[in-house]
T-cell receptor, first 111, second 114 residues
């Protein structure tokens, strides 16, 4: 069974701090997505990474896909209260059109 | 804007009373998925369609069924809802091969079972 472990599970920080969320697996994925989900809403896509070693930036968010395509990280610089939410990574199981979700990281940014 | 639409956003049903949730998409994607998400947990895949081909997850209860009459629409039928079926139900789509494989989610339907 392919599993994606996210860490930390919970994170509460002050506005302006930096943070990193990790998504790890022993399996290789053909692509990996990061989503942010707010209460009562569906997950909203932040980024898709495909190539091993790929780095993508989205304003204050930096995403990295591991060289072996087994792990990924999300780094937020100068966190803001609007970043509060549940962050989910999801890896595509090669050739199956199915996605394995990580265990989730609940982030709270305090003003 | 092209999107994934779910109706209704909130659904209340009674224990044992059949309920149908609907999903439509304007993305013309081949694959449509249904997920169940309980409070603060990751979404759990129930089943998916690749075009008309239905793919059920091994641990999806028989109580859950799905229909996809055409490319744009997909339905989730819960034949006899139990209290444990109260959850957020998420529909998603993807288009393998056409673009970088990515799932796009609808806003979800929150199901309450009384």
């Amino acid at each position: 069974t392919q599993l994606l472990e996210q860490s930390p599970q919970f994170l509460s920080i002050q506005e302006g701090e930096n943070l990193t969320v990790y998504c790890n697996s022993s399996s290789v994925f053909s692509s990996l997505q990061w989503y942010r989900q707010e209460p009562g809403e569906g997950p909203v896509l932040l980024v898709t990474v495909v190539t091993g070693g790929e780095v993508k930036k989205l304003k204050r968010l930096t995403f990295q896909f591991g060289d072996a395509r087994k792990d990924s990280s999300l780094h937020i610089t100068a966190a803001q209260p609007g970043d509060t939410g549940l962050y989910l990574c999801a890896g595509e199981r090669t050739g199956t059109y199915k996605y394995i979700f990580g265990t989730g990281t609940r982030l709270k940014v305090l003003a | 804007d092209a999107m994934v639409i779910q109706n209704p956003r909130y659904q209340v049903t009674q224990f044992g009373k059949p309920v149908t949730l609907s999903c439509s998409q304007t993305l013309n994607h081949n694959v449509m998925y249904w997920y169940q998400q309980k409070s603060s947990q990751a979404p759990k895949l129930l089943f998916h369609y690749y075009d008309k081909d239905f793919n059920n997850e091994a641990d999806t209860p028989d109580n859950f069924q799905s229909r996809r009459p055409n490319t744009s629409f997909c339905f989730l039928d819960i034949r006899s809802p139990g209290l444990g079926d109260a959850a957020m139900y998420l529909c998603a789509t993807s288009s393998p091969g056409r673009e970088t494989d990515t799932q796009y989610f609808g806003p979800g339907t929150r199901l309450t079972v009384l």
